[in-house]
């Protein structure tokens, strides 16, 4: 499976930005999708993750209500639209997939999948 994930960029506070994450797989309606952020001198978090299709979705605490998950089938997507965004969001973000249902308590663990995408840089500007 590969994972190509695009959108990021610069953008001043306040402003939104969507990113995409597309892959090849025969089967993605069954794949479970999150992405991830890590900024300079922290540890990776979660930020958002969806179930197949009809499926769960989460999200962290500190993007609930500005971040949106959500996947298009026909096209092998995942998106991530990201909307009020702050200084703090600034990270390299990336997507991660497992090929099968992750049970709701396990979507925030990085351990839950199985094959990660290049990220994408996000600079939110004060």
């Known amino acids: 499976v590969q994972l190509q994930a695009s959108g990021g960029g610069l953008v001043q506070a306040g402003g939104s930005l969507r990113l995409s994450c597309a892959t090849s797989g025969r089967t993605f309606s069954i794949f479970t999708v999150a992405w991830f952020r890590q900024a300079p001198g922290k540890e990776r978090e979660f930020v958002a993750a969806i179930r197949r299709s009809g499926g769960a979705t989460a999200y962290a605490d500190s993007v609930k209500g500005r971040f949106t998950i959500s996947r298009d089938n026909a096209k092998n997507t995942v998106y991530l639209q990201m909307n009020s965004l702050k200084p703090e969001d600034t990270a390299v973000y990336s997507c991660?997939?497992?090929?099968?249902?992750?049970?709701?308590?396990?979507?925030?663990?990085?351990?839950?999948?199985?094959?990660w995408g290049q990220g994408t840089q996000v600079t939110v500007s004060s």
């Open positions: 991660a997939w497992a090929p099968r249902q992750v049970i709701i308590s396990a979507l925030r663990g990085p351990t839950s999948y199985d094959y």
